[in-house]
């Protein structure tokens, strides 16, 4: 009785001589560059809804003070100044996806098998 060998008659594979499993789809496709174009409007969007939001954050108000003299108090609300973070932070996320869905669009031009 014979037992198989562990390894190919030519000799063991090593991990950098193996070749890398592919999934059945494709990453590089050339439509993600219009998924980019709209999330970086969307993005922009975003940006310009973030700073809209935090300039309604603060209201400043102006109080009668002693001798005819104005007091100004500017005061903080947390909801707009907490949107707008959120709002800047998708947006930052968003620029992250835009560049690598352009990355991948334009590794598809070249990919042609």
Not at 65 to 77: E, I, K, M, Q, S
């Amino acid at each position: 009785m014979t037992t198989a060998e562990p390894w190919p008659a030519s000799g063991p594979k090593l991990d950098g001589d193996a070749e890398p499993e592919r999934s059945g789809g494709r990453l590089n496709q050339p439509w993600r560059a219009a998924v980019a174009g709209l999330e970086l409007v969307a993005a922009v969007a975003l940006a310009l809804l973030a700073w809209w939001a935090w300039d309604q954050g603060t209201v400043t108000i102006y109080l009668p003070g002693p001798g005819g003299a104005a007091d100004v108090v500017t005061r903080t609300l947390g909801n707009w100044l907490s949107g707008a973070v959120v709002a800047a932070t998708f947006a930052g996320l968003l620029l992250i996806d835009v560049l690598r869905q352009a990355a991948l669009a334009i590794r598809a031009g070249g990919d042609r098998a």
